[in-house]
């Protein structure tokens, strides 16, 4: 199987400090679950930059599938003036996605994450902005999705529409990369899950692989989480 | 507006004026840019672009704008209002023109090369884009007072007071030195440019 992004032998330091990440051999496959462990300041977020393609690295080469798009939601989503429908397709737009499919998308997110908030984003409460964060990285359906502990702030129904949405991902082929606290949840759904410490990967824990594992995931995922 | 409330003025002198004024405000607009935009906002936007790169060029595209925006409405106000003393020839309009757009290049590509993520202590932007402006603005002035011998201290900084020089005193000639005094800031603003570019592609 073609892998959609594939790291090689990749570093990244700043300035003359030590190596964030240092010798990670890394790749994404299509329909994949990947979740990256790893305690504070150990190189999680970096890593996920160089999947989602925002940092450079300093040793190696990070190799991407041609017309690959990402999604990527941060830990911190900024707070903007905006309302959401007005952030979001003033992303749309810069993603060229034509207006009436925008417009479809947008309410199909809205509906989806039930936020119905009126006034700007920096209104929301956490969990609201969390959601925005979340439709912001999942509005152009991308082929990697890479999140930075996405249920930071969420509450239980609303991880429940998100593990749906992750299933739905997954099951119509896209990739997801994900840090995150929530040990349960990241074996629920990932196929693998990488450990990082010190900037290395150092454990590799394999689910399995194909349509069977794809599919007993999305299946434990929607009993865990009381999805039908 | 506030260079215009006695009139009448004298064109180029005007234009100088507008010109320094203008060099300040997009680098203040440079600066406002880059601090308006958090980092994780940044990094949405890089990867809603489809690269960072793309995502960098369009950022300073519209600080760019903004200068040409700025630099018309400082051309064409003062003409419209009745400001000087005298009619505006073409020359002195397309040389004022060249002028203002140069200098709020400068004036954003110093603000954007000062700023975060190019520059990470964010205390330190403000003091050192500052200081680039008034010494580059300066600089003939401190040349005078210091001696020549320091001049080569100053290349680094924007090329900014031959050109304001030549509008306070306009020459007519076409000679190789004449000319310089306009490529240069081109050049010296595509370097910057693509400095700028690779130093906040590497820092993101």
């Known amino acids: 199987m073609e892998a959609l992004i594939e790291l090689r032998n990749v570093g990244k330091w700043y300035a003359a400090g030590r190596p964030v990440v ?14 990256i462990r790893g305690r ?14 925002i940092t450079r690295p300093s040793a190696g080469a990070v190799r991407r599938a041609p017309e690959l798009t990402v999604g990527y939601a941060p830990e911190r989503f900024p707070p903007v003036r905006f309302r959401a ?5 003033h992303l749309g737009r810069i993603r060229r996605i ?32 969390q959601k925005v964060n979340l439709m912001q990285a999942v509005l152009a359906r991308p082929d990697v999705l890479v999140l930075d502990e996405p249920l930071s702030g969420l509450d239980a129904g609303s991880q429940a529409d998100f593990a749906r949405l992750l299933a739905k991902f997954k099951q119509e082929g896209a990739a997801i990369v994900m840090t995150g606290h929530e040990p349960e949840f990241a074996d629920a759904w990932a196929d693998r899950t990488v450990v990082i410490r010190y900037g290395r990967l150092e454990e590799l824990q394999e689910r399995g692989a194909g349509a069977a594992a794809q599919a007993e995931t999305s299946d434990w995922i929607c009993n865990q989480w009381g999805v039908n | 507006m506030l260079l215009y409330t006695a009139r009448p003025n004298p064109v180029m002198g005007s234009y100088a004026a507008s010109s320094v004024l203008l060099y300040f405000v997009s680098a203040w607009i440079g600066t406002g840019f880059c601090g308006a935009i958090g980092e994780a ?3 949405i936007a890089a990867v809603h672009t489809g690269s960072v ?13 903004c200068g040409l925006l700025l630099s018309l409405a400082a051309l064409i106000y003062p003409v419209a209002a009745g400001s000087f003393d005298e009619r505006v020839r073409a020359g002195e309009w397309l040389t004022a023109l060249l002028a203002h757009v ?15 993520p190019v520059i990470r202590k964010g205390s330190l932007t403000a003091a050192m884009l500052l200081l680039v402006l008034i010494l580059s603005i300066a600089r003939d002035g401190i040349l005078k007072e210091i001696g020549g011998g320091f001049a080569p201290l100053f290349i680094p900084l924007p090329p900014v007071a031959p050109v304001v020089d030549r509008l306070i005193n306009p020459d007519a000639d076409l000679s190789m030195q004449n000319a310089a005094v306009w490529i240069w800031p081109l050049v010296y603003g595509g370097v910057l440019y693509v400095l700028y570019l690779r130093l906040a592609e590497k820092k993101m």
């Open chain 2, 102 to 116: 140069e200098l709020a290049v400068l004036g954003g590509l110093a603000a954007l090369i000062l700023s975060q």
């Open chain 1, 40 to 53: 504070n300041g150990s190189g999680k977020t970096t890593l996920l930059k160089l999947i989602a393609g």
């Open chain 1, 98 to 129: 034509p207006k009436p499919e925008l417009e479809r998308r947008i309410q199909e997110l809205m509906d989806l994450f039930q936020l119905h908030a009126a006034g700007p984003i920096t209104h929301f409460s956490k969990g609201m902005t």
């Open chain 1, 22 to 35: 240092q010798q990670v051999d890394l790749a994404v496959y299509r329909g994949q679950g990947l979740a």
């Open chain 1, 85 to 89: 429908e007005e952030y979001l397709a």
């Open chain 2, 41 to 43: 906002q940044e990094h």
């Open chain 2, 53 to 65: 790169r793309k995502y960098l060029i369009g950022k300073t595209m519209a600080v760019f704008a």
